[in-house]
């Protein structure tokens, strides 16, 4: 079974940087997985931020930044303000036509 | 500006059907693929099926697969998702999202709860 992982909960100061990671059970994510990472306030749809790696979205602040780091794809927010206090998801594309999402990680700004 | 609106949530029994629409507007609908991704409450975001811009290629994620289907009519601007066989953990919102290469417009979802 395909699972992608991503950490369940992180924390970070205002200002600070900060980098989630999202992973694959069988393997490495490379840039053929397409990664996508999206943000979720409670209550509300996501809004997607990262798309391709490290596409930003329309709108999206260069403080949110994608990439692989060693066999994962990344995310970084750099200068973390309140209002980066979200949920973090990230979808891998494994082929033939089937996306998993990862289980997401909630993001404290304290 | 591109809007997508889904309906047709509700709460029903299990075993019962369920269709869901989702209304688009804003673009040029019959142009893109599309997906359905659903969020049982308090949990994360699961992909459940994708349907590319002409109907013709359809994929589903093994939890809905032979319960669920992904249909459009490009004429209404409307995105389907026909499920039958409806179990408790079915329970979610369901997205419908617009397909740019990548999961691009998400709509505000519709709430489809299986209870009995």
């Known amino acids: 079974q395909t699972v992608v992982t991503q950490e369940p909960s992180f924390s970070v100061s205002p200002g600070g940087t900060v980098t989630l990671t999202c992973g694959f059970n069988?393997?490495?994510?490379?840039?053929?997985?397409?990664p996508s990472w999206f943000q979720q306030t409670p209550g509300q749809a996501p809004r997607t931020l990262i798309y391709n790696t490290d596409t930003r979205s329309s709108g999206v602040p260069d403080r949110f930044s994608g990439s692989i780091l060693g066999n994962k794809a990344a995310l970084t927010i750099t200068g973390a303000q309140a209002n980066d206090e979200s949920s973090y998801f990230c979808?891998?594309?494994?082929?033939?036509?089937?996306?998993?999402f990862g289980g997401g990680t909630k993001l404290t700004v304290l | 500006q591109v809007q997508l609106v889904e309906s047709g949530g509700g709460v029903v029994r299990p075993g019962v059907s369920l269709r869901l629409s989702c209304a688009a507007s804003?673009?040029?609908?019959?142009?893109?693929?599309m997906h359905w991704v659903r969020q049982a409450p308090g949990k994360g975001l699961e992909w459940v099926a994708f349907i590319r811009s002409d109907g013709n290629n359809k994929y589903y994620a093994d939890s809905v697969k032979g319960r669920f289907t992904v249909s459009r009519d490009n004429s209404k601007n409307t995105l389907y998702l026909q499920m039958n066989s409806l179990r408790a953990e079915d329970t979610a919102v369901y997205y419908c999202v617009k397909d740019s290469g990548y999961f691009d417009y998400w709509g505000q979802g519709t709430l489809v709860t299986v209870s009995s």
């Open positions: 979808v891998l594309y494994m082929g033939s036509g089937i996306w998993v």
């Open positions: 069988s393997g490495s994510v490379s840039p053929t997985f397409y």
């Open positions: 804003g673009f040029t609908f019959r142009s893109f693929a």
